[in-house]
């Protein structure tokens, strides 16, 4: 359901699916369930805010995929007071298509039917937009040609998202070297032309997928805007400056990517750093990890009382100081998950 | 009339001849027009494996380039070859190397790729707006070193010597020819910003110079080496390829040789598929899918292919065309096309056809299995020889006159009654409670066994 361009990956609730594909995505797909994700939509959304000295956010547009459940539609509407919405979905069954229309959260949201490599360049672009291509599989050249063509369009001022599975796989039934085969399959995936020249099989192991992945990104955008620049004077050459580069594991290793994109005039109204209070902010190769401490309502709750100074203190030194190290980092992002009916 | 000290200008003034003299802009602005980054530098590259092929002529085995190293090092600022292939005389540097075009008496060195005696000039011109040549043989050392805006201001079609030592022994480790390029053109210093430049650059390499590669040329852009990926068929005997030798004359010195491969590769490569064209070893067409080799031709010869179509991917020819002398190889100047118009090309041409025509066949035969493999469910036999298939290099693999279909036992169609099949869709909750109660192991099951209940109970036998 949600807008990839690979077919097997759309999962959400039981009646939705069959058996077993449902079978076996549930561990990855556990929307539910997913603490880092949650703590990375606050720390975008928060972000995003901080845009308001390039235009007023509510004159933005937000581009995404809101699958049936709109979590990133309802919090940016929210908080931020976006109401022009995109939501890109690529279901074809007119049942499902249905479900998706009636969890519509807003009327301000509009759908868009068909998958991203064909919507995009269908969309009108003259409006700073927010856009958060949130993929569930891996970097291919399809999503490579959403980023191209998306950073080909972006006005100054707008912000592009991307997140992309980011996990190594793991190969049975070869006798092939690992790393060899996992090359081979990057190759199959970005085209060969995509891949940095220093990199190597062994750079794929672990969290280097996801570097490779961001890497190979920044270059389509780099690339694209250099297409775009070159015709251009000066003052209208758009620039990118990276803003994200979160690594988050619920499940499987995910890569989130992003960053704004500037024109000398909007370039001076963000200078002097207006991101300077965000410490998850990345402007390079080096990354934010997105940890989520395990600990209890109670823990919680007594950490809080104790942010923002400090964790360590006699009163809760029970509570392992990795979890309450981790906490401190996301507290004010941190889920507050409690049973509901929705 | 004043003296005239320059030649041009003497020619120009005189009143009954015409001017005919070839203007400096035309070689730096408007040549480097016809010619793209890439192969320009992949030009600058084939200088190189020549410096290679000419110091390694009696060597045999199977690599004769070893210890011969090629170094690309490229910088938004800096363009810089280096190689340790010979090195240029002064004498070569004299007559021939920096003068447009080949001379007709510039010594051949034999199987080479420099052909037209453009490729250097026209990749610095490319490149940048400042040069410096350094080269060092045994006996003899020279440097040229030319900012081309002044050189164009200037009617002298001459470079001066910044260095020169002739006569004199050079240690063997310092033998080999540097360029380096500076004040780059805007546009390429913004190409050498971009990691994806370098990417494209690299793969280029890969592909086009497998052959001096292969033989131990040791090649490195910005320290990073390239491999050479040796290309790979079915090996399968019952797919084996077709393979062909001709010869151009047939007889008489330096013949146009040509052998030419058609058979079956990976259909996950579509971008191998088609046909490769090389010319003494270098790729000048990768995978080519259009009517400059057969596809979508009407009737060559008799024999009519037709135009591409992803049910051919796992097609692969390879046309090698290979001389002594590269003046009669069918190749366009900046080597990334073919001159079709070459009677040694469209006698081959009409070869490559005959040879792909069955792998055609076949291959529609397969695109058929397949269909009908989808509605019956059963693996295509064609199918799965293809998939149970290794893969060798080529040369490495036993070929035959002509490609044949291998021999499938035809499956015997069941005679019976006239059969109906049935397509619907239904709430997949409510399917799967009726397939959990018929205890259907299969939704094919369920269907088979709901549509038996309603059949026995209202309509019987």
Not at chain 1, 298 to 306: G, M, N, T
Not at chain 2, 66 to 77: N, V
Not at chain 2, 213 to 229: D, Y
């Given at each position: 359901?949600?807008?990839?361009?690979?077919?097997?990956?759309?999962?959400?609730?039981?009646?939705?699916?069959?058996?077993?594909?449902?079978?076996?995505?549930?561990?990855?797909?556990?929307y539910?369930?997913?603490?880092?994700?949650?703590?990375?939509?606050?720390?975008?959304?928060?972000?995003?805010?901080?845009?308001?000295?390039?235009?007023?956010?509510?004159?933005?547009?937000?581009?995404?995929?809101?699958?049936?459940?709109?979590?990133?539609?309802?919090?940016?509407?929210?908080?931020?007071g976006?109401?022009?919405?995109?939501?890109?979905?690529?279901?074809?069954?007119?049942?499902?298509?249905?479900?998706v229309?009636?969890?519509?959260?807003?009327?301000?949201?509009?759908?868009?039917?068909?998958?991203?490599?064909?919507?995009?360049?269908?969309?009108?672009?003259?409006?700073?937009?927010?856009?958060w291509?949130?993929?569930?599989?891996?970097?291919?050249?399809?999503?490579?040609?959403?980023?191209?063509?998306?950073?080909?369009?972006?006005?100054?001022?707008?912000?592009?998202?991307?997140?992309?599975?980011?996990?190594?796989?793991?190969?049975?039934?070869?006798?092939?070297?690992?790393?060899?085969?996992?090359?081979?399959?990057?190759?199959?995936?970005?085209?060969?032309?995509?891949?940095?020249?220093?990199?190597?099989?062994?750079d794929?192991?672990?969290?280097?997928?996801?570097?490779?992945?961001?890497?190979?990104?920044?270059?389509?955008?780099?690339?694209?805007?250099?297409?775009?620049?070159?015709?251009?004077?000066?003052?209208?050459?758009?620039?990118?400056?990276?803003?994200?580069?979160?690594?988050?594991?619920?499940?499987?290793?995910?890569?989130?990517?992003?960053?704004?994109?500037?024109?000398?005039?909007?370039?001076?109204?963000?200078?002097?750093?207006?991101?300077?209070?965000?410490?998850?902010?990345?402007?390079d190769?080096?990354?934010?990890?997105?940890?989520?401490?395990?600990?209890?309502?109670?823990?919680?709750?007594?950490?809080?009382?104790?942010?923002?100074?400090?964790?360590?203190?006699?009163?809760?030194?029970?509570?392992?100081?990795?979890?309450?190290?981790?906490?401190?980092?996301?507290?004010?992002?941190?889920?507050?998950?409690?049973?509901?009916?929705? | 009339?004043?003296?005239?000290?320059?030649?041009?200008?003497?020619?120009?003034?005189?009143?009954?001849?015409?001017?005919?003299?070839?203007?400096?802009?035309?070689?730096?602005?408007?040549?480097?027009?016809?010619?793209?980054?890439?192969?320009?530098?992949?030009?600058?590259?084939?200088?190189?494996?020549?410096?290679?092929?000419?110091?390694?002529?009696?060597?045999i085995?199977?690599?004769?380039?070893?210890?011969l190293?090629?170094?690309?090092?490229?910088?938004?600022?800096?363009?810089?070859?280096?190689?340790?292939?010979?090195?240029?005389?002064?004498?070569?540097?004299?007559?021939?190397?920096?003068?447009?075009?080949?001379?007709?008496?510039?010594?051949?060195?034999?199987?080479?790729?420099?052909?037209?005696?453009?490729?250097?000039?026209r990749?610095?011109?490319?490149?940048?707006?400042?040069?410096?040549?350094?080269?060092?043989?045994?006996?003899?050392?020279?440097?040229?070193?030319?900012?081309?805006?002044?050189?164009?201001?200037n009617?002298d079609?001459?470079?001066?010597?910044?260095?020169?030592?002739?006569?004199?022994?050079?240690?063997?480790?310092?033998?080999?020819?540097?360029?380096?390029?500076?004040?780059l053109?805007?546009?390429?210093?913004?190409?050498?910003?971009?990691?994806?430049?370098?990417?494209?650059?690299?793969?280029?390499?890969?592909?086009?110079?497998?052959?001096?590669?292969?033989?131990?040329?040791?090649?490195?852009?910005?320290?990073?080496?390239?491999?050479?990926?040796?290309?790979?068929?079915?090996?399968?005997?019952?797919?084996?390829?077709?393979?062909?030798?001709?010869?151009?004359?047939?007889?008489?010195?330096?013949?146009?040789?040509?052998?030419?491969?058609?058979?079956?590769?990976?259909?996950?490569?579509?971008?191998?598929?088609?046909?490769?064209?090389?010319?003494?070893?270098?790729?000048?067409?990768?995978?080519?899918?259009?009517?400059?080799?057969?596809?979508?031709?009407?009737?060559?010869?008799?024999?009519?292919?037709?135009?591409?179509?992803?049910?051919?991917?796992?097609?692969?020819?390879?046309?090698?065309?290979?001389s002594?002398?590269?003046?009669?190889?069918?190749?366009?100047?900046?080597?990334?096309?073919?001159?079709?118009?070459s009677?040694?090309?469209?006698?081959?041409?009409?070869?490559?056809?005959?040879?792909?025509?069955?792998?055609?066949?076949?291959?529609?035969?397969?695109?058929?299995?397949?269909?009908?493999?989808?509605?019956?469910?059963?693996?295509?036999?064609?199918?799965?020889?293809?998939?149970?298939?290794?893969?060798?290099?080529?040369?490495?693999i036993?070929?035959?006159?002509?490609?044949?279909?291998?021999?499938?036992?035809?499956k015997?169609?069941?005679?019976?009654p006239?059969?109906?099949?049935?397509?619907?869709?239904?709430?997949?909750?409510?399917?799967?409670?009726?397939?959990?109660?018929?205890?259907?192991?299969?939704?094919?099951?369920?269907?088979?066994?709901?549509?038996?209940?309603?059949y026995?109970?209202?309509?019987?036998?």
């Amino acid at each position: 359901m949600r807008n990839t361009n690979s077919d097997s990956d759309f999962i959400y609730s039981e009646d939705f699916i069959p058996e077993k594909e449902y079978k076996s995505s549930m561990g990855k797909f556990n929307y539910a369930l997913r603490p880092a994700k949650n703590i990375e939509r606050k720390m975008l959304c928060e972000t995003f805010a901080s845009l308001s000295c390039v235009s007023p956010i509510p004159k933005y547009r937000y581009i995404g995929f809101g699958s049936f459940e709109f979590v990133d539609f309802r919090l940016f509407h929210q908080r931020l007071g976006i109401y022009d919405m995109i939501s890109i979905e690529r279901e074809k069954n007119r049942k499902k298509q249905e479900r998706v229309q009636c969890n519509l959260p807003y009327s301000c949201i509009q759908m868009e039917w068909g998958i991203s490599n064909e919507i995009l360049p269908t969309l009108d672009w003259n409006k700073r937009t927010i856009i958060w291509l949130d993929y569930d599989s891996v970097l291919n050249s399809e999503k490579l040609e959403d980023i191209r063509l998306v950073s080909g369009s972006l006005k100054s001022g707008s912000l592009l998202v991307v997140t992309v599975d980011s996990m190594p796989k793991n190969f049975e039934n070869t006798t092939d070297d690992i790393h060899k085969t996992r090359y081979i399959e990057l190759e199959k995936f970005v085209g060969k032309k995509k891949i940095p020249i220093h990199v190597k099989g062994k750079d794929l192991a672990n969290w280097g997928l996801a570097e490779v992945s961001r890497e190979i990104i920044n270059n389509e955008i780099v690339q694209s805007l250099a297409d775009r620049n070159s015709p251009l004077s000066t003052s209208s050459k758009i620039s990118y400056k990276q803003l994200f580069n979160f690594h988050y594991d619920d499940g499987t290793k995910m890569l989130t990517v992003g960053g704004l994109f500037l024109n000398p005039t909007d370039q001076k109204k963000v200078d002097g750093d207006i991101f300077k209070h965000l410490d998850f902010i990345r402007a390079d190769k080096s990354f934010y990890s997105i940890e989520t401490p395990v600990l209890t309502l109670r823990e919680l709750r007594l950490l809080d009382k104790c942010l923002p100074k400090s964790v360590i203190d006699s009163r809760i030194n029970w509570i392992p100081k990795e979890e309450r190290l981790k906490y401190k980092k996301i507290y004010r992002y941190f889920p507050n998950y409690t049973e509901v009916e929705a | 009339m004043l003296k005239k000290s320059n030649d041009e200008t003497e020619r120009s003034d005189s009143s009954d001849t015409i001017n005919a003299m070839p203007t400096k802009e035309l070689f730096i602005k408007i040549l480097t027009r016809d010619i793209e980054l890439i192969p320009a530098i992949i030009d600058l590259v084939d200088n190189c494996g020549d410096g290679a092929r000419r110091i390694r002529e009696n060597r045999i085995g199977a690599k004769p380039f070893d210890g011969l190293w090629a170094r690309l090092q490229i910088t938004p600022e800096q363009f810089c070859i280096s190689d340790n292939c010979g090195g240029m005389s002064i004498d070569i540097a004299k007559k021939y190397a920096f003068r447009f075009g080949r001379a007709h008496d510039a010594p051949a060195i034999k199987h080479s790729v420099g052909e037209f005696g453009v490729g250097m000039k026209r990749a610095i011109f490319k490149i940048g707006n400042q040069f410096k040549v350094t080269s060092t043989t045994i006996n003899s050392r020279f440097v040229v070193e030319v900012d081309i805006n002044e050189w164009a201001k200037n009617l002298d079609w001459k470079y001066d010597f910044s260095d020169l030592q002739d006569e004199t022994k050079f240690p063997l480790d310092s033998v080999g020819t540097t360029i380096e390029i500076n004040k780059l053109h805007d546009d390429i210093s913004n190409s050498f910003k971009l990691s994806n430049f370098f990417s494209e650059l690299k793969e280029e390499l890969q592909m086009k110079l497998q052959d001096v590669v292969s033989k131990g040329l040791s090649i490195t852009l910005n320290g990073i080496p390239i491999e050479s990926e040796p290309l790979v068929l079915i090996s399968d005997k019952r797919l084996a390829p077709a393979y062909r030798e001709l010869s151009f004359p047939e007889k008489g010195k330096n013949p146009v040789k040509v052998k030419l491969f058609c058979g079956l590769g990976k259909s996950e490569e579509p971008e191998q598929a088609g046909w490769h064209v090389f010319c003494n070893g270098r790729l000048i067409l990768e995978g080519d899918k259009s009517e400059v080799t057969g596809w979508g031709v009407e009737k060559l010869g008799g024999i009519k292919i037709p135009g591409f179509h992803n049910q051919y991917n796992n097609l692969r020819g390879f046309a090698y065309f290979d001389s002594d002398d590269p003046g009669k190889l069918p190749w366009n100047t900046t080597k990334t096309g073919l001159n079709s118009d070459s009677s040694v090309y469209r006698a081959v041409k009409m070869e490559m056809v005959k040879l792909m025509r069955p792998v055609v066949d076949f291959l529609n035969k397969l695109s058929q299995e397949k269909k009908d493999a989808k509605e019956t469910g059963e693996e295509g036999q064609l199918d799965k020889i293809i998939t149970e298939s290794k893969y060798a290099e080529i040369g490495k693999i036993s070929t035959r006159e002509t490609f044949k279909q291998p021999e499938v036992a035809r499956k015997q169609v069941a005679l019976g009654p006239l059969m109906q099949k049935i397509q619907y869709e239904i709430q997949y909750k409510e399917a799967q409670k009726a397939k959990s109660r018929l205890k259907a192991t299969s939704w094919k099951e369920m269907g088979i066994k709901t549509f038996n209940y309603f059949y026995d109970a209202e309509i019987g036998n």
